[in-house]
């Protein structure tokens, strides 16, 4: 079952007062049903999404609607079920803000269904069980979508979603608008806002598993590229070694300068700081990380003037 899945069945269970059903009814119709010469029809493969608005419609307006099932034409491994509203069929549209009483359909339903603050939420929960979405955050990006017909409706969504400070953005698509989030805490409240709360409760789970993956990633990152830069120095200063060691010319160097040295071709993979640490507790005389590149330095003046000189007794040999 897919998270989506488990969040329309889990918001299904929840009960509403008679005007949240009311707002939840106008969301899930104006995002999914459609007049057809049988009468008013809504769809979903969802059985659970399907007893509840039949329920809802029932309760409301005291009539029994039609349900059939149908082949999927999605190629979908479920059935498509669909409830047919015949009976009452205009005033029930007009009721739940569909259309006005010349049977026109309303951009935006009237005032008196999203009037309040649950009823408001009601219609947005509609909404999501008609034509939204959520993908797993445990085994892809964080994304929450609702594809939206209408271009009214998709701006009027759009403003309710953004009384919540929700940030969510809107899209042309080819058959209509999407309405999107991606930040992982808006989708967070998103989510409460709509009363999946146990949905919220694994979002956040694996946010801070997520979080703490990334985290240990980076620092693993961290560790590697401080290792590569360990590696890369000590290979520089091995390399300047060999190049005084060539020209025979260890006497230039200074004795502590040596010292370091034979440290150096003793420990090729210690850091400067754990050379810096070995030196001292082997020789009882305290050296510390900056003194010691201090010699390196020196280290690695003599090695370039040698490079020079050879470079120019090539030269002049070539010529």
Same mark, same amino acid.
């Not at 020079?308 to 470079?311: A, R």
């Given at each position: 079952?897919s998270? @989506?899945?488990?969040?329309k069945?889990? *918001?299904?269970?929840?009960?509403? @007062?008679?005007?949240? #059903?009311?707002?939840?009814?106008? /969301? +899930?119709?104006?995002?999914? /049903?459609?007049?057809?010469p049988?009468?008013f029809?809504?769809?979903?493969?969802?059985?659970?999404?399907?007893?509840? *608005?039949?329920?809802?419609?029932?309760?409301?307006?005291?009539?029994?609607?039609?349900?059939e099932?149908?082949d999927? &034409?999605?190629?979908?491994k479920? =059935?498509?079920?669909?409830?047919?509203?015949?009976?009452?069929?205009?005033?029930?549209?007009?009721?739940?803000? %569909?259309?006005?009483?010349?049977?026109? +359909?309303?951009d935006? $339903?009237?005032q008196?269904?999203?009037?309040?603050?649950?009823?408001?939420?009601?219609?947005?929960? /509609?909404?999501?069980?008609?034509?939204?979405?959520?993908?797993?955050p445990?085994?892809?990006? %964080?994304?929450?979508?609702?594809?939206?017909?209408?271009? /009214?409706?998709?701006?009027?969504?759009?403003?309710?979603?953004?009384?919540?400070?929700?940030?969510v953005?809107?899209? @042309?698509?080819?058959?209509?608008? #999407?309405?999107?989030?991606?930040?992982?805490?808006k989708?967070?409240?998103?989510?409460?806002?709509?009363?999946?709360n146990?949905?919220? &409760?694994?979002?956040?789970?694996?946010?801070?598993y997520?979080?703490?993956?990334?985290?240990?990633?980076?620092?693993?990152?961290?560790?590697?590229?401080n290792?590569?830069?360990v590696?890369?120095?000590?290979t520089?200063?091995?390399?300047?070694?060999?190049?005084?060691?060539?020209?025979?010319?260890?006497?230039?160097l =200074?004795?502590?300068?040596?010292?370091?040295?034979?440290y150096?071709?003793? %420990? $090729?993979?210690?850091?400067?700081k754990?050379?810096?640490?070995?030196i001292?507790?082997?020789?009882?005389?305290?050296?510390?990380?900056?003194g010691?590149?201090?010699?390196?330095?020196?280290?690695?003046?003599?090695?370039?003037?040698?490079k020079? &000189?050879?470079?120019k007794?090539?030269?002049?040999? =070539?010529?």
């Open positions: 079952m998270y @989506t899945t488990k969040i069945e889990e *918001i299904s269970k929840d009960i509403g @007062t008679k005007s949240e #059903m009311l707002a939840e009814l106008s /969301g +899930y119709i104006r995002n999914n /049903g459609h007049n057809t049988r009468g029809q809504l769809t979903t493969e969802n059985p659970l999404i399907c007893e509840r *608005i039949e329920k809802q419609i029932e309760a409301l307006y005291e009539i029994k609607i039609k349900k099932v149908k999927s &034409l999605n190629f979908s479920k =059935d498509l079920l669909v409830l047919t509203i015949d009976n009452k069929k205009d005033f029930i549209l007009e009721d739940l803000g %569909y259309q006005d009483n010349n049977r026109k +359909y309303l935006k $339903p009237p008196y269904i999203v009037g309040a603050n649950e009823e408001i939420r009601a219609y947005l929960k /509609g909404v999501f069980l008609s034509s939204g979405s959520i993908n797993d445990k085994t892809s990006r %964080y994304h929450m979508e609702l594809l939206i017909e209408k271009s /009214g409706e998709a701006v009027f969504v759009q403003k309710l979603l953004n009384l919540f400070d929700l940030n953005k809107i899209l @042309t698509r080819d058959k209509g608008y #999407m309405l999107y989030i991606k930040e992982a805490d989708i967070s409240d998103y989510l409460k806002i709509i009363r999946a146990n949905a919220v &409760l694994y979002f956040e789970n694996q946010r801070i997520r979080n703490k993956k990334n985290q240990a990633n980076r620092l693993n990152n961290c560790e590697q590229a290792m590569d830069k590696v890369a120095t000590a520089a200063q091995l390399d300047n070694i060999a190049i005084i060691e060539n020209n025979l010319a260890l006497s230039l =200074d004795e502590k300068t040596k010292e370091a040295l034979e150096r071709k003793k %420990y $090729p993979e210690a850091s400067l754990e050379l810096s640490e070995i001292s507790l082997e020789t009882g005389k305290p050296i510390t990380k900056s010691l590149n201090h010699r390196f330095r020196k280290i690695k003046e003599l090695a370039t003037k040698f020079k &000189l050879n470079k007794s090539h030269e002049t040999n =070539d010529s």
